[in-house]
């Protein structure tokens, strides 16, 4: 699934070109899961929690077939703080998969990351 994920977003990279807002990548790659029969949720609200208390809160953008989160980013490179903002929301869903996916300058780059705690 992760492969369909990924050739989505050269999908939307190749028609769209560099330098658009990132929202709407991530309108155009709604369009794109929905003709490749993706089934996601977008936008989706995770609360975070201690001793059952909510301190904290955020929306990932895509949560593909309830088992890979999407980040979408625009820029050139990873950050660390991108990577570290994907891992948390998969521990926090306690998800195995996420997906952050830069529209760059010049080309669509993508890094899967991987929940170990899971």
Do not use: W
């Amino acid at each position: 699934m992760s492969y369909r994920i990924i050739g989505c977003a050269f999908d939307v990279y190749n028609e769209l070109g560099a330098g658009h807002l990132e929202r709407y990548y991530q309108n155009a790659l709604k369009v794109a899961f929905k003709k490749e029969g993706l089934r996601f949720d977008e936008q989706v609200y995770y609360p975070l929690l201690y001793k059952n208390e909510l301190v904290g809160k955020g929306y990932l953008d895509f949560c593909i077939e309830d088992k890979i989160i999407v980040e979408i980013k625009k820029g050139n490179k990873f950050s660390k703080k991108h990577i570290d903002q994907v891992l948390e929301y998969l521990k926090t869903g306690k998800l195995e998969l996420g997906i952050l996916i830069n529209f760059g300058s010049s080309s669509v780059a993508f890094r899967r990351i991987v929940n170990i705690e899971k």
